[in-house]
């Protein structure tokens, strides 16, 4: 089984003027693609190529799990994103959003604080626990949450600079903005539930 590069669930200009079709082509048609093909070609041979991408992300050890989990980071971040204003979360994640940070307001200022924040190339998430008790977390280089017992993904954006450095240069503050913007809470509350 070959892992499928996912093809972006908008077209590439569908995220403008917040993120440009550039900034889509290279980090979905080069960078997510890179990872996809360097994983590829790592499990030629492996008894590891029929796992699903989710399941191979928890297991991989060693020089494949950067593109693996690079591969699996990117699929789910496009998802975080829709050119459709006005998607809302839901009436039970936004209760559990008023009471793990007290209000929307307050989450977008942990998450934003914490992606200015990320020293790394790396990752910010919302993610839950066992108990549906949300948090922000960031992750470094490919690290993903999809390695921590109990942790599920709601949300991630990325902070490495390809992804915004076309549009935004060292201005990681405006394409955080920008990305905030965008968010498909309809997919954030699939997640969730
Ligand atoms: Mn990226």
Redesign the pocket.
Known sequence: MTIELPSLPYPENALEPHLSRETLQY?HGK??AGYVDALNEGLADSELADYKLEDLVQVIEGELFNPAA?AW??AF?WQCMTPESGTAPGAALQQAIDSSFGSMDKLREAFTTAAADNFASGWTWLVKDNSNRLMVMNTDDADTPLRRAGLTPLLTT?V?E??YYIDYRNARGDYLDAFWELVNWEFVASNFQ
Do not use: S
């Open positions: 980090h960078h997510h690079q980071n990117h971040y990325d490495w390809h992804a």
